[in-house]
């Protein structure tokens, strides 16, 4: 198969090649109760290996040319990258028509099922549990934004796609959508993916992907992160749908910031370190991409290393002033232009 060639070319350094066969036996037969999770392109599933008594991730693609696409977007850009915030890639396999990808396992799950527990699941996240998510999370996309040989977009960060390890260590996960960037081109992306909520205005408005479009879902992030609420949720005991940055924004334009913190912490936080937090958050989801900081600046605030960003007390109405010639916006078919 001229695929499997390809990548094994590709991959001889680093992830190894599995098997079908000890894939399909470590899930049981890729079992409905192996499942742990759902990818951007098909189901997650936990593997144990018997002959080692590893643990794995297995995710396995959906069979259409997207997954495949997918499939070999995420392998090419995970193989050759190394940050201990990332979910390392232990290895591949392409038998059989079927695409899969072999993961650590991360022992706690996601973070969203962890912000938003089901009533029985009873571990809190810790205030410094959270800290260290949102300065964790900040380096591994300083890594993909700026260390890296060729800049990576992740394109769709969301709390669905950050792992907890055994000590509740963020892993950025799903590179399902990520595209590699030349640091120096123009950077061009029509498909519009991810998640609504997580996505900013000028990507839902011209599905243009930038290191400023995940700055903006890493702000979302921190804000779900420091409430315990989601992007979008409906209004107890109304119909009405709140966004999360207007509501955060709301209540700091009259001087009431900290009544966003999460009330399943009690309070037990320093009142200026929650502050500092909510407030990196809505600098990162500023409706103009321009007034967002770095992720590195994000970094250096974080770590007391910089001085926080000064935020309008009112959110600014919506403007495109991003870096984008107007070649870019009407480069594409008619269905990118804006009325």
Same mark, same amino acid.
Request: hydrophobic share 40%.
């Given at each position: 198969?001229?695929? =499997?060639k390809?990548?094994?070319?590709?991959?001889? &350094?680093?992830?190894?090649?599995?098997?079908?066969?000890?894939?399909?036996?470590? &899930?049981r037969g890729?079992?409905?109760?192996?499942? #742990?999770?759902? !990818?951007a392109?098909?189901?997650?599933?936990k593997?144990?290996?018997?002959s080692?008594?590893a643990? *794995?991730? $297995?995710?396995?693609?959906?069979?259409s040319?997207?997954?495949? &696409? =997918?499939?070999?977007?995420?392998?090419?850009? #995970?193989?050759?990258?190394?940050?201990?915030?990332?979910?390392?890639?232990? !290895?591949?396999?392409?038998?059989?028509?079927?695409l899969?990808?072999?993961?650590?396992?991360m022992?706690?799950?996601?973070? /969203?099922?962890l912000?938003?527990?089901?009533?029985?699941?009873? #571990?809190?996240?810790?205030?410094?549990?959270r800290?260290?998510?949102?300065? !964790?999370?900040?380096s591994?996309?300083?890594?993909?934004h700026?260390?890296? =040989?060729?800049?990576?977009?992740?394109?769709d960060?969301?709390?669905?796609?950050?792992m907890?390890?055994g000590?509740?260590?963020?892993?950025?996960?799903?590179?399902?959508?990520a595209r @590699?960037?030349?640091? /120096?081109?123009?950077?061009?992306?029509?498909?519009?993916?991810?998640t609504?909520? +997580?996505l900013?205005?000028?990507y839902?408005q +011209?599905?243009?992907?930038?290191?400023?479009?995940?700055v903006?879902? +890493?702000?979302? $992030?921190?804000?779900?992160?420091?409430?315990?609420?989601?992007?979008?949720?409906?209004e107890?005991?109304?119909?009405?749908? $709140?966004?999360?940055v /207007?509501?955060?924004?709301?209540? +700091?334009?009259q *001087?009431?910031?900290? =009544?966003?913190?999460d009330?399943?912490?009690?309070g037990?936080?320093k009142?200026?370190?929650?502050?500092k937090? @909510?407030?990196v958050?809505l600098?990162?989801?500023?409706?103009?991409?321009?007034e967002?900081?770095? #992720?590195?600046r994000?970094?250096?605030?974080?770590?007391?290393e910089?001085?926080?960003i000064?935020?309008?007390?009112?959110?600014?109405?919506?403007t495109?002033s991003?870096s984008?010639?107007?070649?870019?916006?009407?480069? /594409?078919?008619?269905?990118?232009k804006?009325?």
């Amino acid at each position: 198969m001229k695929v =499997e060639k390809c990548l094994k070319a590709e991959i001889l &350094t680093g992830p190894r090649e599995f098997s079908y066969k000890e894939l399909y036996a470590a &899930t049981r037969g890729f079992h409905s109760s192996r499942i #742990i999770g759902r !990818g951007a392109f098909g189901n997650v599933y936990k593997a144990v290996f018997f002959s080692s008594g590893a643990i *794995g991730a $297995v995710k396995r693609s959906k069979h259409s040319h997207e997954g495949k &696409t =997918e499939f070999l977007a995420e392998l090419s850009i #995970i193989a050759g990258l190394r940050h201990k915030n990332l979910v390392q890639l232990q !290895g591949w396999c392409a038998e059989k028509g079927e695409l899969l990808l072999v993961y650590d396992f991360m022992p706690n799950g996601s973070l /969203d099922k962890l912000l938003h527990p089901d009533p029985e699941n009873g #571990i809190l996240l810790t205030w410094s549990h959270r800290q260290n998510i949102a300065i !964790g999370l900040a380096s591994v996309l300083a890594y993909l934004h700026q260390e890296c =040989e060729q800049q990576v977009i992740h394109r769709d960060i969301k709390t669905s796609n950050i792992m907890l390890d055994g000590n509740f260590n963020p892993r950025l996960g799903d590179f399902g959508l990520a595209r @590699l960037m030349d640091h /120096d081109k123009s950077p061009i992306s029509t498909l519009t993916a991810g998640t609504m909520g +997580y996505l900013a205005p000028e990507y839902l408005q +011209y599905g243009k992907a930038t290191e400023k479009t995940d700055v903006f879902s +890493y702000g979302v $992030v921190i804000l779900e992160v420091a409430c315990g609420r989601r992007p979008i949720e409906r209004e107890v005991n109304s119909q009405k749908m $709140v966004n999360l940055v /207007d509501w955060v924004w709301g209540l +700091y334009g009259q *001087g009431k910031i900290i =009544e966003a913190a999460d009330k399943s912490l009690n309070g037990a936080f320093k009142e200026q370190d929650m502050r500092k937090l @909510l407030l990196v958050g809505l600098s990162c989801a500023h409706p103009d991409s321009a007034e967002r900081p770095s #992720i590195r600046r994000v970094l250096q605030i974080l770590n007391n290393e910089a001085d926080p960003i000064p935020v309008p007390k009112m959110k600014p109405s919506l403007t495109f002033s991003c870096s984008l010639t107007v070649e870019d916006l009407v480069s /594409d078919d008619e269905e990118s232009k804006t009325t």
